[in-house]
């Protein structure tokens, strides 16, 4: 598994705002991919000024957006700019997808540890005080909460504790999370999936497991995820779950067939039975 290569990436945008407060030294930075969210990043970036972290660093990535939440991210940034360590928005040059929009915020940042926060979700005030108290007391490569569900449904998410084999049946683990830098290095970063519906956070997942990485489960309502018209979760389509996870074994026989076709028997069965229903309420994504 290659390395991600930093100054490949960095090429997709440029920077269209940067603030620094040079007293703060933060170890935390949140990315926070943009494409045509302008009605609800203004909540998002709200929930991080609410932290109860002291210091830390903001990354909204706007991905070639056709509305103007770019602009109401740089204008509520600027307002705000006391807030973050360091405040900064990078615009694609055209619309390259969530899974390259993030890798851009982690190719624009330096923080050794980094949150994943969707334009349309939002964060309790604890949010990164709990996931950055896990990482440090455990040693893991990534710590995540359970979800509240708002918006047009009320609920809660499926996470639970990293079980590496519960990843053949399907993704329990949403992509708000807080993941060290190196870790997220060594993978790779986030790929871009041959059916550009989602589930890149699957695919990450399965990979930290394959490199022996290990994640924390803080059991609190920590995050919370909007459900809309436009969520993964509501515009998934079963062909669309069932091509995502066909690509997925692909990627990663070792996860999905760790005994070989005997294996691949049985998760096909198990797959069928659980993942498909499991995954309209998982992986959601932008």
Known sequence: MQPMRLYDVA????IVYD???????AEVAVIVP???????VLEALESLVRQDLPEFSVVVVDDASADN??????????RRRARFATAR????????????ARNSGIAWSSEPYLFMLDADNRLRPPALSRLLEALHCSGAAFAYSQ????GDEDAIGIADVWEPERLAINNYIDAMALIRRDALLAAGGYAVLADDH??????????FAELGLEGVFVPELICEYRVHAASMVRTRSIPNILALNAELALRHPSIFYPHGAESAAATGTRRATEGAGRSDRSGQRQ
Do not use: K, P
């Open 11 to 14: 090429s997709l945008g440029e």
């Open 19 to 25: 603030s620094h407060n040079d007293g703060m030294a």
């Open 147 to 150: 979800l509240f569900w708002f």
């Open 69 to 78: 939440g770019g602009e109401h991210a740089i204008r509520f940034l600027e």
């Open 198 to 207: 989602g589930l890149e956070d699957y695919d990450l997942w399965c990979r």
């Open 89 to 100: 928005v990078l615009r694609h040059h055209r619309n390259q997808g969530l899974s390259m």
């Open 34 to 40: 943009l494409y045509n969210y302008a009605g609800t």
